[in-house]
């Protein structure tokens, strides 16, 4: 699926921001990477769906080389990205539009999506009529829409409050459990990433590199944040963060 070797990048004059990043997502995966701020999470996001080039090492999907543009993959950004001049049926459809599909065909697959996520009835409401929540529902929508290969998602969810974050991480979940796309989270949050990655990488350093790695056999569990493993995990990677200052 994903396979990233030995990346590194630094940007001018000479700022190493990354070193020696190497890690694999297979085929329904999913991958949650924490780390101090600044460390270079949202750089290594960039790499991986081709808008920044890496110094050197290689970032392949399916064994082709992953490069600017790349179709089978979308992103779910922190601040939404949404056109505040186009409606929530026109973002999630926006994609669609890009790639040619007719106007009837991607209505309907767009309105269907926004069913699903909870926003029938909001289909020609604008982001500014929206709640937080709701953008960030478009936004998941629109990457849907595409049907990718590969989600990446970079802290979707730290603007919002803690109740409405933990509804959309379990959207998330339940999403990935019906649909099976693989994903990578880039997150702040020591429980976000116990509850949404299979797998967890600790960033850390300066260049930055992958400090520790950590299974999550608990993952998928729907009280898995009332199980006591999912306390243990949180410790032990909250451990492994500290050690990173």
């Known amino acids: 699926m994903l396979q990233v070797d030995s990346l590194t990048k630094s940007y001018p004059p000479d700022v190493a921001i990354l070193k020696d990043i190497s890690f694999a997502l297979a085929a329904d995966e999913t991958l949650a990477i924490v780390g101090p701020s600044g460390c270079g999470k949202t750089t290594l996001l960039y790499l991986l769906c081709g808008l920044l080039r890496p110094d050197s090492g290689r970032v392949t999907l399916n064994g082709a080389a992953v490069g600017a543009g790349v179709q089978d993959i979308a992103i779910i950004l922190q601040d939404y990205g949404l056109l505040p001049w186009r409606t929530a049926l026109e973002n999630t459809a926006l994609g669609l539009k890009i790639r040619g599909l007719g106007a009837a065909a991607r209505r309907e697959q767009a309105q269907r999506l926004l069913r699903e996520l ?30 990718p290969k590969l989600l990446l998602m970079d802290e979707p969810f730290s603007s919002l409050d803690a109740l409405t974050r933990e509804k959309l991480q379990n959207l998330v979940l339940g999403t990935w459990k019906q649909r099976r ?50 306390f243990e995990l949180a410790q032990a990677l909250r451990a492994a963060m500290n050690a990173c200052w």
């Open 181 to 230: 796309i693989p994903y990578l989270l880039i997150t702040h949050g020591i429980e976000e990433a116990v509850f949404l990655g299979r797998r967890i990488l600790v960033l850390g350093g300066q260049p930055a590199a992958v400090l520790a790695t950590f299974d999550n056999p608990g993952f998928g569990c729907a009280d898995y944040r009332e199980r006591q493993a999912f």
């Open 118 to 147: 909870g926003l029938g009835g909001r289909e020609h409401h604008y982001p500014s009529q929206l709640s937080g929540g709701e953008q960030q529902r478009v936004a998941i929508a629109r990457a849907l829409a595409l049907e």
